[in-house]
């Protein structure tokens, strides 16, 4: 009886090293798009600026963190024949929170994003994290394998947006105020349209525009992600 | 055998220096068959190696190498409206052509077989030397005026992602050429379609076209041209030949038909290759010697290649039968004549790694290619020419066509098995003669 008393108590709000593994793993060895591969669909479709993608990671860190607090919270309440609508009522909640803050306070980017922000509540990443984590864990850890999953499906999108925007528009962090002219070119996007001397030659590679590119570098990833932890490789 | 000894005393430490070991081997087993044996079981014994076999698509390749840095020179002319008749400038076209494709030729196998030489190092393993014949296919269906860092990009691409991600030589599930073609395709499509790529030296300014102004290296010919009192290449930025416009005859047949086509090119020249286009792809007849040489020496399968042409052939009839614009009253035997269907068929689509490996599976392999690659070159208005993406296409479908020929081959067996079971044990000879 004692043991269990001292194991209720350290269930509250403490950050030891099982808590950082929560935030760190999906970032590195249990990455929801490399190695589970889930919530394909919107990093393929959104990641051809890096806006965009940015944007559309801050909302699933946001929608996954707080759907998984809530379900945690009310997992003893939530009847088992009904879960998954409920989870879906929550994770919707909060999504369209998002979608009209967006709507409100930058337009421009809400057009460039239209139906994926409202696909997050279909995202794998999130329904498949409250169900097999929120469902069964307390509301601190589970808030935080919700940040850690986001982040790992964030970290994958604006890598992917780094090369399709550097190789397929020629520009960095464009619609921003921090927009780069790296290997100069199109000026629908960017408040510096010059050429740069040194890149003239450049043309941009429209394969990197299209949603192609980013299953390739999906792949890519894939396949740096597995030579790096061989575990993952399944024999069969 | 002065060169043997040598080679072995510069041998490298296989331990020590694991990436020069590498080179030096394959450049030993290139000139020597190896010594090395298997200790142990039933082995084919045949000096005709990988190595040996890939060379034999390259000596194919030959004649459609020689038409095709003549070509790139006699476009070039008679663009200018110079040199018209075969022989004349024969010089010139050959020094141009040659000015052209080599570079290409250079870029293509230093990058490919680079990429090899790093993989199979890193690997251990020894190179492998399927390159060998994606270096030689690629210059050959690129256009002449190719920036060389785009082709060196594509070729990256290419080997990396078309073979080295999925083990190497004989593991691609798509033919590395076209993989290769196709990157440029969808990535720079400017450099690669339409009427002005096909051409070499010239160029667009506004709405005229003009020739490019000649280089340095033009310049040096001149002189030993000059010095033999040949006629020589001069400053360049000459005007076209009047109604000059670059296009192919597909081109034109997309736009007007048959009749479009045969205003500019007559049947014999299409024929004979001496049309704007991919470097190798027209001559027709050189190819075609190709083809027979592949065939005779059992590299390519004819299955493949005949059942790529009726396939071509029934699309091409079905096509007519529909009619709906001048493109597709096109005859369908005239199809043969334009574009690059007999590149495709000899050296594209009977590669042996892509391609379905059952007998029955290579005739369904081969009709769809004709069929999907006369769709997307008649119907598709995008898309001048399909033969690229329809064997792209089929070469993702080959391992379903054969797993179901398999399947099919051993559900007749059973069949047969349950229907006789006293004789299922018996040789088939004796099944075929109860059978009486």
Same mark, same amino acid.
């Given at each position: 009886?004692?043991?269990?008393?001292?194991?209720?108590?350290?269930?509250?709000?403490?950050?030891?090293?099982?808590?950082? +593994?929560?935030?760190?793993?999906?970032?590195?060895?249990?990455?929801?798009?490399?190695? !589970?591969?889930?919530?394909?669909?919107?990093?393929?479709?959104?990641?051809? #600026?890096?806006?965009?993608?940015?944007?559309?990671?801050?909302?699933?860190? *946001?929608?996954?963190?707080?759907?998984?607090?809530?379900?945690? #919270?009310?997992?003893?309440?939530?009847?088992?024949?009904?879960?998954?609508?409920?989870?879906?009522?929550?994770?919707?909640?909060?999504?369209?929170?998002?979608?009209?803050?967006?709507?409100?306070?930058? *337009?421009?980017?809400?057009? !460039?994003?239209?139906?994926? &922000?409202?696909?997050?509540?279909?995202?794998?990443?999130?329904?498949?994290?409250?169900?097999?984590?929120?469902?069964?864990?307390?509301?601190?850890?589970?808030?935080?394998?919700?940040?850690?999953?986001?982040?790992?499906?964030?970290?994958?999108?604006? &890598?992917?947006?780094?090369?399709?925007? #550097?190789?397929?528009?020629?520009?960095?962090?464009?619609?921003?105020?921090?927009? #780069?002219?790296?290997?100069?070119?199109?000026?629908?996007?960017?408040?510096?349209?010059?050429?740069? *001397?040194?890149?003239?030659?450049?043309?941009?590679?429209?394969?990197?525009?299209?949603?192609?590119?980013?299953? *390739?570098?999906?792949?890519?990833? &894939?396949? &740096? !992600? +597995?030579?790096?932890?061989?575990?993952?490789?399944?024999?069969? | 055998?002065?060169?043997?000894?040598?080679?072995?005393?510069?041998?490298?430490?296989?331990?020590?220096?694991?990436?020069?070991? $590498?080179?030096?081997?394959?450049?030993? $087993?290139?000139?020597?068959?190896?010594?090395?044996? @298997?200790?142990?079981?039933?082995?084919?014994?045949?000096?005709?190696?990988?190595? =040996? $076999?890939?060379?034999?698509?390259?000596?194919?390749?030959?004649?459609?190498?020689?038409?095709?840095?003549?070509?790139?020179?006699?476009?070039?002319?008679?663009?200018?409206?110079?040199?018209?008749?075969?022989?004349?400038?024969?010089?010139?076209?050959? $020094?141009?052509?040659?000015?052209?494709?080599?570079?290409?030729?250079?870029?293509?196998?230093?990058?490919?077989?680079?990429?090899?030489?790093?993989?199979?190092?890193?690997?251990?393993?020894?190179?492998?030397?399927?390159?060998?014949?994606?270096?030689?296919?690629?210059?050959?269906?690129?256009?002449?005026?190719?920036?060389?860092?785009?082709?060196?990009?594509?070729?990256?691409?290419?080997?990396?992602?078309?073979?080295?991600?999925?083990?190497?030589?004989?593991?691609?599930?798509?033919?590395?050429?076209? %993989?290769? =073609?196709?990157?440029?395709?969808?990535?720079?499509?400017?450099?690669?379609?339409?009427?002005?790529?096909?051409?070499?030296?010239?160029?667009?300014?506004? @709405?005229?076209?003009?020739?490019?102004?000649?280089?340095?290296?033009?310049?040096?010919?001149?002189?030993?041209?000059?010095?033999?009192?040949?006629?020589?290449?001069?400053?360049?930025?000459?005007?076209?030949?009047?109604?000059?416009?670059?296009?192919?005859?597909?081109?034109?047949?997309?736009?007007?038909?048959?009749?479009?086509?045969?205003?500019?090119?007559?049947?014999?020249?299409?024929?004979?290759?001496?049309?704007?286009?991919?470097?190798?792809?027209?001559?027709?007849?050189?190819?075609?010697?190709?083809?027979?040489?592949?065939?005779?020496?059992?590299?390519?399968?004819? /299955?493949?290649?005949?059942?790529?042409?009726?396939?071509?052939?029934?699309?091409?009839?079905?096509?007519?039968?529909?009619?709906?614009?001048?493109?597709?009253?096109?005859?369908? %035997?005239?199809?043969?004549?334009?574009?690059?269907?007999?590149?495709?068929?000899?050296?594209?689509?009977?590669?042996?790694?892509?391609?379905?490996? @059952?007998?029955?599976?290579?005739?369904?392999?081969?009709?769809?290619?004709?069929?999907?690659?006369?769709?997307? =070159?008649?119907?598709?208005?995008?898309?001048?020419?399909?033969?690229?993406?329809?064997?792209?296409?089929?070469?993702?479908?080959?391992?379903?066509?054969?797993?179901?020929?398999?399947?099919?081959?051993?559900?007749?067996?059973?069949? /047969?098995?349950?229907?006789?079971?006293?004789?299922?044990?018996?040789?088939?000879?004796?099944?075929?003669?109860?059978?009486?």
């Amino acid at each position: 009886m004692a043991e269990t008393a001292v194991a209720e108590k350290k269930e509250g709000i403490s950050f030891g090293k099982k808590e950082r +593994r929560l935030l760190i793993d999906p970032l590195n060895e249990n990455n929801p798009i490399t190695v !589970q591969v889930l919530g394909i669909c919107s990093a393929l479709a959104v990641t051809s #600026l890096i806006l965009p993608s940015l944007v559309i990671s801050v909302a699933v860190v *946001f929608v996954c963190a707080f759907s998984s607090l809530i379900t945690s #919270l009310l997992r003893k309440y939530i009847p088992n024949a009904v879960r998954m609508i409920v989870m879906l009522v929550i994770i919707a909640f909060l999504v369209t929170i998002v979608e009209l803050t967006l709507k409100a306070f930058s *337009f421009t980017v809400y057009k !460039q994003l239209a139906v994926y &922000i409202g696909l997050i509540i279909t995202n794998c990443i999130v329904m498949g994290r409250l169900e097999a984590f929120a469902m069964a864990n307390n509301p601190w850890k589970s808030f935080l394998d919700g940040i850690g999953n986001g982040l790992g499906y964030g970290a994958i999108l604006l &890598i992917i947006a780094f090369f399709r925007e #550097l190789f397929g528009k020629g520009t960095l962090f464009a619609g921003t105020p921090i927009a #780069l002219n790296i290997i100069g070119a199109g000026p629908d996007y960017l408040i510096n349209t010059e050429t740069s *001397f040194l890149f003239g030659w450049y043309v941009n590679n429209n394969l990197m525009v299209m949603p192609a590119a980013a299953m *390739f570098i999906i792949g890519i990833l &894939i396949w &740096i !992600q +597995r030579a790096r932890f061989p575990k993952l490789v399944d024999v069969s | 055998m002065g060169l043997l000894q040598f080679l072995h005393k510069i041998e490298p430490d296989k331990k020590k220096s694991p990436f020069l070991h $590498t080179l030096f081997d394959g450049f030993f $087993t290139f000139a020597y068959a190896p010594n090395t044996v @298997t200790k142990s079981g039933t082995h084919i014994k045949d000096g005709m190696d990988l190595k =040996r $076999t890939m060379f034999m698509v390259v000596i194919a390749l030959q004649l459609a190498y020689l038409f095709g840095t003549y070509n790139i020179g006699h476009q070039h002319f008679s663009a200018l409206g110079m040199h018209e008749s075969f022989l004349s400038g024969f010089h010139l076209k050959i $020094t141009y052509g040659l000015m052209k494709l080599l570079p290409l030729f250079i870029v293509s196998n230093v990058v490919g077989l680079g990429i090899e030489f790093i993989y199979a190092a890193k690997k251990g393993h020894p190179i492998e030397e399927g390159y060998l014949v994606s270096g030689a296919l690629i210059p050959l269906i690129m256009p002449p005026d190719l920036p060389l860092w785009i082709l060196a990009l594509s070729i990256i691409f290419a080997v990396i992602v078309g073979k080295e991600a999925f083990g190497g030589t004989g593991m691609n599930i798509m033919n590395i050429a076209l %993989l290769s =073609r196709v990157f440029i395709f969808f990535a720079y499509p400017t450099y690669i379609s339409g009427d002005e790529v096909w051409v070499s030296g010239i160029i667009k300014e506004g @709405t005229e076209y003009m020739g490019a102004s000649y280089g340095m290296i033009h310049g040096v010919f001149d002189w030993v041209f000059s010095s033999f009192g040949w006629s020589t290449f001069g400053e360049g930025g000459m005007a076209v030949a009047d109604g000059y416009t670059g296009a192919t005859p597909l081109g034109l047949a997309a736009k007007g038909g048959w009749e479009a086509v045969t205003e500019v090119y007559s049947p014999a020249q299409m024929w004979w290759g001496a049309i704007p286009g991919s470097i190798g792809e027209m001559p027709k007849l050189f190819i075609l010697a190709g083809a027979l040489l592949l065939i005779i020496t059992k590299i390519a399968s004819w /299955r493949i290649m005949l059942s790529m042409v009726l396939g071509a052939a029934v699309g091409g009839m079905l096509i007519n039968a529909w009619g709906a614009n001048p493109f597709m009253e096109v005859h369908w %035997l005239y199809h043969f004549y334009m574009g690059s269907f007999f590149f495709a068929m000899a050296f594209m689509a009977t590669d042996p790694v892509t391609a379905a490996r @059952t007998e029955i599976g290579k005739w369904i392999y081969g009709f769809l290619i004709g069929i999907v690659g006369m769709v997307i =070159r008649v119907l598709n208005p995008a898309y001048p020419e399909g033969w690229m993406l329809a064997i792209l296409f089929m070469n993702v479908f080959a391992p379903l066509i054969d797993y179901y020929v398999l399947e099919a081959n051993v559900a007749r067996r059973l069949a /047969r098995v349950k229907a006789k079971p006293d004789t299922a044990m018996e040789a088939e000879p004796q099944l075929s003669v109860s059978e009486h």
